[in-house]
């Protein structure tokens, strides 16, 4: 069917607007990569765009020199590989069973859950009962509050309902499986999709926490990576409000400038990496819930 000039004029407009958009995300990251390769007083006086000019390494080496940093990493990964695992454990408890049609009360406790998405006990309640729980200052403070997100446990539970066939589940009870044997050896094979946009939701989240660590962390050796790059700018911004008059306090101003753009890369790298793996996947698991036809 051949396309009249007016919608190849709008398909033309469509993707001048994508193209535009895609620029306006793209670019940011692109700025912060040349940006830590380039040579800090370049970047400071603003003659870094679209090149990296007078290649320098000096924000990577200050950042994997700093033990700090590194132990702040590993703490980080540590945090979103542990996390993320009890989140699925947890989420997968909680959706399957409000997922069955056979299970008495479930939309009171459905009720009770989301209940929770409008009303919480609130920062110091919160505090106070994690204090109390002896949680302060713990590996565990930074992955048991989190647990669990209820507009997860909602999403799981939809795709449960509309993509596992109920006939299925009947077949596999008729030929002896018990209900730990069903969710393993055939709902969780056929969730794929759902628990791929799971790890990437809940991983996020862990690796982007920084409030968690702030409130509930004292000793440094604990700190996530988030801790520290929020010192390094808090410490950049009261620099650059003091008058530079000294060739060491403009020397260290530089190098922080160039250790922030190094640690904004290495912070987001394994994300980015992360997301090609999921992408098929991610793709189908948004689509829980739309109208099918």
Same mark, same amino acid.
């Not at 993320?84 to 909680?94: E, K, P, R, S």
């Given at each position: 069917m051949a396309e009249s000039r007016g919608d190849r004029m709008v398909a033309v407009t469509i993707y001048v =607007?994508?193209?535009f958009i895609a620029l306006l995300v793209i670019y940011p990251l692109f700025f912060v990569m040349i940006a830590s390769i380039s040579s800090p007083?370049? %970047?400071m006086r603003g003659e870094v765009w679209l090149w990296p000019k007078e290649l320098s390494f000096v924000g990577y080496e200050r950042l994997f020199a700093n033990s700090e940093l590194m132990r702040g990493y590993l703490n980080t990964l540590l945090y979103t590989v542990v996390g993320?695992?009890?989140? =699925? %454990?947890?989420?997968?408890?909680?959706?399957y069973p409000l997922s069955r049609q056979d299970f008495r009360g479930r939309n009171f406790f459905t009720f009770m859950i989301v209940f929770t998405m409008f009303f919480s006990g609130g920062m110091i309640p919160t505090y106070l009962l994690i204090r109390d729980l002896g949680m302060l200052n713990t590996f565990w403070v930074m992955v048991i509050p989190s647990a669990l997100s209820v507009w997860n446990i909602l999403i799981m539970r939809t795709f449960f309902q509309n993509s596992i066939p109920k006939e299925v589940q009947e077949a596999a009870f008729i030929d002896g499986a018990s209900n730990t044997k069903?969710? =393993?050896r055939i %709902?969780?094979?056929?969730s794929i999709p759902v628990l791929a946009v799971m790890v990437l939701f809940y991983a996020v989240g862990h690796w982007n926490s920084y409030f968690s660590a702030l409130l509930y962390l004292s000793d440094r050796d604990r700190y996530p990576l988030q801790l520290f790059m929020r010192e390094i700018l808090i410490q950049g911004q009261m620099q650059e409000m003091v008058e530079i008059s000294d060739d060491s306090l403009a020397r260290s101003l530089m190098d922080a400038e160039a250790i922030k753009y190094a640690a904004v890369i290495v912070t987001n790298l394994p994300m980015l990496l992360l997301y090609p793996f999921l992408q098929k996947y991610f793709i189908k698991g948004v689509m829980v819930g739309a109208v099918k036809g």
């Open positions: =607007l994508l193209s007083e370049m %970047v993320t695992a009890i989140n =699925l %454990v947890m989420t997968i408890a909680a959706a069903l969710i =393993l %709902v969780l094979p056929l």
